[in-house]
Nanobody, 123 residues
Framework: QVQLVESGGGLVQAGVSLRLSCEAS??????WAWFRQAPGKEREFVAA????????NYGNSVKGRFTISRDNAENTVYLQMNSLKPEDTAVYYC??????????????????WGQGTQVTVSS
């Protein structure tokens, strides 16, 4: 059974950077993505990256601040988060899709999900 395991979350002050990691237990995927969910809100698309790493897509609220990358040799995807704001506070979820070049914000296209890691940004 494939597992996605996130790490790197924590409590930070506004303006600093944080890097999340997500490692797959047993295989590589065509597309990786990050979503987040704040209390009382729907799960929100953050970023996605294709298999080769050549194409990416970002949610409007994180463009220019967050960067998604992947290491296929390590079956790992990263989310570098810079200039963090209190509104970035959420549980961040790693997701993976079997679809090739699936960069959509539609979470229904992602077949595997991690358990989530909490990111809290204080003002």
């Amino acid at each position: 059974q494939v597992q996605l395991v996130e790490s790197g979350g924590g409590l930070v002050q506004a303006g600093v950077s944080l890097r999340l990691s997500c490692e797959a237990s047993s295989r590589t995927f065509n597309t990786w993505a990050w979503f987040r969910q704040a209390p009382g809100k729907e799960r929100e698309f953050v970023a996605a990256i294709t298999g080769s790493g050549g194409r990416t897509n970002y949610g409007n609220s994180v463009k220019g601040r967050f960067t998604i990358s992947r290491d296929n040799a390590e079956n790992t995807v990263y989310l570098q988060m810079n200039s963090l704001k209190p509104e970035d506070t959420a549980v961040y979820y790693c997701a993976a899709s079997n679809y090739r070049d699936y960069l959509s914000a539609n979470l229904n296209g992602y077949h595997y999900w991690g358990q989530g890691t909490q990111v809290t940004v204080s003002s």
